[in-house]
């Protein structure tokens, strides 16, 4: 762990937020509610397909520039340079968008609508708990470089 990084708990990675939240999801579809999305089986299906595949594309296309740019993964780790290319011209968090579109493309594929209710929960707890502190970071460590990149790309899309 270095201390010049943005995060380095397990805890506040984006891994356990999405593993909690799928399994709350499931308790909640199992003891809360068990729902009926109002579509057909294949209508759902198809759409849920087609939410998760854009969702895998964005995080591919993410890990992709930060290979490219050479840059850490793995909480703890310093960040050396700031990654504006790519589907970071989009959005500033296209590997926290993609986790954000898989939750709910799953949720209709799978016919669990408790996934997709608690996406908006991800989102809030994904910005407070990761993406603010980051953002603080960049800022500290890239000054006004960070802060022109955020003025002209937005936070999720």
Avoid at 3 to 8: L, M, V
Avoid at 21 to 45: K, Q
Avoid at 117 to 145: N, S
Wanted: hydrophobic content about 50%; some cysteine; proline content about 5%.
């Amino acid at each position: 762990m270095n201390d010049d990084s943005a995060h380095s708990s397990i805890w506040k990675t984006s891994d356990f937020m999405i593993g909690i939240i799928l399994a709350s999801g499931m308790l909640m579809e199992h003891f809360v509610i068990d729902y009926e999305i109002p579509l057909s089986s294949i209508v759902r299906y198809l759409i849920g397909l087609l939410v998760v595949t854009l969702g895998f594309t964005l995080i591919l296309m993410a890990r992709i520039e930060f290979n490219r740019a050479g840059q850490p993964r793995t909480p703890g780790i310093p960040t050396t340079c700031l990654v504006k290319t790519g589907v970071f011209k989009i959005s500033r968090n296209p590997l926290y968008l993609g986790i954000v579109l898989i939750l709910p493309g799953l949720g209709l594929a799978a016919n669990l609508v408790w996934w997709i209710i608690l996406t908006p929960l991800l989102m809030i707890w994904l910005q407070q708990a990761l993406i603010l502190p980051v953002e603080q970071y960049l800022l500290e460590r890239f000054g006004e470089e960070f802060g022109c990149y955020k003025k002209n790309v937005r936070r999720w899309i």
